[in-house]
């Protein structure tokens, strides 16, 4: 079983910066395809960004230029840095591991607003 565990979440007015991070368990994790998601109010959940094992990234064309992912696979942890902020960035923010089997987090709020 895997666990993930997203921090980092908060309140950050427009323009502003927060990195997020997921912990994940096991031992499977630089095996693994990350990604992060987002999901806001009566929307559907969308796809933000991905990390493969080799490092390979590819990110929504909303967030290109704004945001990074990275992963480090000694800490079992991947990270999405969120700069340039906007309130339309304004969601619950998951990771997931995809290993064959897709896990999740709990997720963590960001709010941009002022």
């Known amino acids: 079983q895997v666990h993930l565990v997203e921090s980092g979440g908060g309140l950050v007015q427009p323009g502003g910066s927060l990195r997020l991070s997921c912990v994940a368990s096991?031992?499977?994790?630089?095996?693994?395809?990350m990604a992060w998601y987002r999901q806001a109010p009566g929307k559907e959940r969308e796809q933000v960004a991905t990390?493969?094992?080799?490092?390979?990234?590819n990110y929504a064309d909303s967030v290109k230029g704004r945001f990074t992912i990275s992963r480090d696979n000694a800490k079992n942890t991947v990270y999405l840095q969120m700069n340039s902020l906007k309130p339309e960035d304004t969601a619950v923010y998951y990771c997931?591991?995809?290993?064959?089997?897709?896990?999740w987090g709990q997720g963590t709020q960001v709010t941009v607003s002022s």
């Open positions: 096991g031992s499977i994790f630089s095996f693994s395809t």
């Open positions: 990390i493969t094992s080799r490092g390979s990234t």
């Open positions: 997931r591991l995809t290993t064959g089997l897709n896990y």
